[in-house]
């Protein structure tokens, strides 16, 4: 089976992943042609000393200068702490010998986690799967239903842990595969999804993202909605585009994520945005926008819905750290998710409050 299409209404176009490397030696010969210091170019002139047509030459000559210097400049100091070189995989291998690493973090898994379990089984009839589950004390039977009937392709881990990025770390620090990625117990992989991951680095050796759609499903598996892929080919688009790239249907190849410093254990719910971000710098975004990679569960115990707020929170934190504008379509929309509406739903809530009691206190009367 290959992974599900969405369709052709729902498709957005993947924009280029080469990274623009700057060379300055124009810099020096541009600033002693203008006698200007890098920077921004302001000519002034005597009109009475300088001929219109050398003027208008200056002018145009000068605000080519500004926009080069900006294209150079931009992408090195403003989105990269450090420059880098594009990042390229140095031992791409083909789809069918290329090793993954899945991790799965459980607590309280039941009664989802078979799904998650078995998801992943069914992708090593296409390559070859390192799956890693960690079990950080459940008490619903997960544990037990792991030690019974996970098979030989599941690496368990039974220890206590402080809390998901805590055991997320842990099981990469233990992961032997090329390429690594997470599903968290709740969620799914969709068939053929890592055969075609593995296919996408094949064909963009430069990147250290690859990342697809996701479907929202129920507590039931109903499908509720889809996660769309951003059109975003790098870190800045990355940073002002509102939304973010699924998870169960994002990978990064081992070596990258090693270089970058694995996951910050100080973030527990935008940690897979700093992630992104910090992975983003390093190489080129691959995306597939036209398929669905895997499903995300909403339910009213997941973090996402229970702590939705503070999640928003973290990742207009996150972004911001990364060199997100404030002013951005996604810094706007992240400041109104995670201060503004609340603030709203909290006014409609006491109001409506106090309307049913002065309803009561009338009705009494």
């Known amino acids: 089976m ?10 957005l176009e993947s924009r280029s992943s080469a990274r623009y490397e700057p060379s300055c030696s124009v810099m020096p010969v541009m600033r002693a042609f203008l006698g200007a210091e890098m920077g921004s170019v302001k000519v002034r002139f005597s009109h009475n000393l300088v001929p219109a047509g050398a003027r208008l030459v200056a002018v145009r000559v000068g605000r080519l200068y500004n926009a080069v210097y900006s294209a150079v400049t931009r992408p090195v100091f403003l989105y990269s702490r450090t420059p880098h070189p594009p990042y390229r995989y140095s031992s791409v291998r083909s789809p069918s010998t290329m090793r993954f690493s899945i991790v799965t973090p459980v607590r309280n898994g039941m009664p989802w986690l078979p799904q998650a379990i078995e998801s ?23 544990r037990e239903w792991l030690t019974e009937h996970s098979g030989g392709h599941v690496t368990l881990i039974f220890q206590p842990d402080e809390g998901q990025t805590d055991a997320l770390a842990r099981g990469f620090a233990a992961a032997t595969g090329d390429i690594f990625g997470w599903l968290n117990a709740d969620d799914i992989l969709e068939p053929g999804t890592l055969r075609r991951v593995a296919q996408e680095f094949e064909a963009h050796p430069d990147a250290a993202i690859v990342s697809g759609s996701a479907l929202l499903v ?5 499908i509720v909605g889809a ?21 169960p249907s994002t990978y990064f190849p081992a070596a990258c994520y090693r270089s970058v410093g694995g996951l910050d254990r100080s973030f527990d719910l935008a940690m897979d945005v700093d992630l992104w971000m910090r992975l983003a710098a390093l190489g080129a975004v691959a995306t597939v926008p036209d398929v669905i990679m895997s499903r995300f569960r909403i339910h009213p115990s997941a973090k996402s819905v229970s702590r939705a707020t503070a999640a928003v929170r973290q990742d207009l934190s996150v972004r ?6 404030l002013g951005s379509r996604a810094g706007l929309m992240l400041l109104k998710a995670a201060y503004i509406r609340p603030i709203k739903w909290r006014v409609q809530s006491v109001a409506r409050r106090l309307l049913r009691r002065a309803g009561a206190a009338s009705a009494r009367s």
């Open 2 to 11: 290959t992974p599900m299409r969405l369709c052709t209404s729902q498709r």
């Open 218 to 222: 129920g507590p039931s598996g109903a």
């Open 320 to 325: 911001r750290k990364h060199g997100m504008p």
């Open 120 to 142: 992943v089984a069914l992708q090593s009839a296409d390559v070859e799967v390192e799956h890693i589950v960690l079990d950080g004390g459940s008490t619903d039977g997960s």
């Open 227 to 247: 996660i769309p892929t951003p059109p975003a080919s790098n870190l800045k688009e990355l940073l002002v585009y509102p939304h973010n790239l699924a998870q």
